[in-house]
């Protein structure tokens, strides 16, 4: 009985320590227990800094109890939180998860002096004319052609792609990377997708066949979660 | 009641008012009722181009500060009494009018007139917000060139914005024989490009300079290309469906006989 109603369990793995918090009790008596518990572990003088996973179970926890109980921890010297996990998040969280993870389709002709700049994946149906300017925080697909400027994975995402029916851009822009037409006039190419490369930094176009193969995840909703 | 055509184009100098003066005569020899407004208020040319200038006694701006009547501000051309032209003021500048005023001024005359066409002054400023506040439609005016196109595109989208029918596009100066070696852009790139209905394409052709400097709108020349051009843009203004001319020069005799006989060059 008593050993069943402990509220932290303590189990070590390769990476470090992992607490597991009862989530039927109150935040009070965790950060009581845990005090306790933590206090009584006294380590030697000269260990190495362990790294401790905390899961929550069905523990919803705001910001500052977080911060609080990452401060608990803290304080026992050779302790410090690598994570948090939870089952749990809240609506506007899952809100923006949505945002992030929805492919938004726009029927229209970007032409010259206007921007569209959205959440997730952008799917235009329609050109994106010389001086126009697409941006997404994922991947944009063009059905038209794309003449003027796209900017994939705006906050930061590498792994994002572009890809357009027809490609003769002005500037591409994956991340904070950026490419350039050439100065000479070009006949531009159909049916390719651009991608930031790892190795070179550099942002390629290849075939659209081939760039599938280098994201084979593009579409799946945990990478754009992770993402987001 | 009529119709009222904004013609406006973005960048300058592309021919906004020689096709405004063209139109309005080509409307005008079709037997419409068609009064020509020039909102380039500062910089008025239109008047220059129809061969009125002398005859100008008041403004736009008279009639928008109400000093006098609407109908006392229009001018009769001197070949047709179904074509008026309203000018521009030349001392005053583009803050002078509204587009609250220049809508009621196009509501007013769309009640005598079959068309009203608008003559816009080049830029996206307010000089481009008056005149297209009263428009039913727009003609945009491009050339075959990079600069003009860019910004006839920025127009579009402007134009998309406004509570009227989607633009359509006159191509301005088309020369055949460097579209031929490829050092211009060809009139399908372009409709391409904007995504637009072709109203038609007026071909380069001296005989417009000639026209517009001694006042005779060269669509009132019976045979010279862009006069067909722009009866025939008139024509589908009306509703006609007219084929776009062959901008092909004739080439001799071999060309004339392989024509009579179908084949194509």
């Known amino acids: 009985m008593i050993a069943s109603k402990q509220k932290i369990a303590i189990k070590g793995t390769r990476h470090g320590l992992t607490l597991q918090l009862d989530d039927q009790c109150s935040y009070k008596e965790i950060l009581g227990e845990l005090d306790e518990k933590l206090s009584s572990n006294n380590q030697a003088e000269d260990d190495q800094l362990i790294n401790v996973t905390i899961q929550l179970g069905n523990r919803y926890l705001t910001q500052e109890q977080k911060d609080a109980l990452k401060k608990v921890i803290r304080e026992k010297q050779h302790l410090v939180v690598d994570s948090i996990e939870s089952n749990l998040i809240t609506k506007e969280e899952a809100k923006e998860w949505k945002k992030h993870a929805e492919v938004k389709p726009f029927v229209k002709v970007v032409r ?117 | 009641m009529g119709e009222a055509i904004v013609v406006t184009s973005g960048k300058g100098g592309v021919g906004k008012t020689t096709t405004t003066a063209n139109i309005g005569t080509a409307l005008a020899l079709l037997g419409n009722k068609v009064c020509l407004i020039d909102t380039d208020i500062g910089l008025r040319n239109l008047d220059v181009v129809m061969g009125l200038e002398n005859r100008i006694i008041f403004d736009l701006v008279d009639v928008v500060q109400n000093r006098i009547k609407l109908k ?50 080049a830029g996206i400023e307010q000089g481009f917000k008056n005149a297209v506040a009263g428009a039913d439609k727009a003609v945009v005016v491009t050339n075959p060139e990079k600069s003009s196109i860019r910004d006839a595109d920025r127009i579009i989208g402007l134009l998309e914005q406004e509570d009227m029918e989607p633009p359509k596009l006159i191509v301005n100066r088309m020369k055949n024989h460097m579209v ?38 060269v669509a009132l020349q019976p045979n010279s290309k862009a006069s067909l051009a722009y009866r025939n843009i008139a024509r589908r203004i009306l509703g006609e469906s007219v084929p776009l001319l062959s901008l092909e020069e004739e080439q001799g005799l071999l060309a004339k006989m392989k024509r009579f006989f179908g084949i194509r060059t």
């Open chain 1, 112 to 228: 010259s002096g206007q921007v569209i700049n959205i959440e997730g994946d952008l799917l235009l149906i329609g050109d994106v004319n010389p001086g126009g300017k697409v941006m997404a925080t994922g991947n944009i697909f063009i059905m038209g052609s794309l003449r003027g400027i796209a900017h994939a994975g705006v906050d930061g995402d590498e792994k994002a792609v572009i890809s357009a029916s027809f490609m003769k851009p002005s500037q591409l822009r994956i991340s904070d990377s950026i490419s350039q037409a050439p100065d000479y006039e070009t006949d531009g190419v159909y049916m390719e997708c651009a991608y930031l490369d790892e190795k070179v930094s550099k942002i390629l176009m290849e075939r659209l066949q081939d760039v599938i193969k280098k994201r084979p995840d593009l579409s799946s909703f945990e990478r754009r979660m992770l993402n987001g």
């Open chain 2, 72 to 121: 006392q501000g229009l001018i009769p051309d001197k070949r047709f009494d179904c074509l008026q032209l309203l000018p521009a003021a030349q001392t005053s500048d583009k803050s002078e009018l509204s587009p609250k005023r220049m809508k009621e001024i196009v509501e007013e005359l769309k009640q005598d007139f079959d068309y009203i066409i608008i003559d816009c002054p």
């Open chain 2, 180 to 217: 031929k070696t490829g050092d211009m852009v060809d009139v399908d790139d372009i409709v391409n490009l904007l995504s637009i209905d072709l109203l038609g394409v007026v071909a380069d052709d001296e005989e417009v300079i000639k026209a517009s400097n001694i006042g005779e709108p």
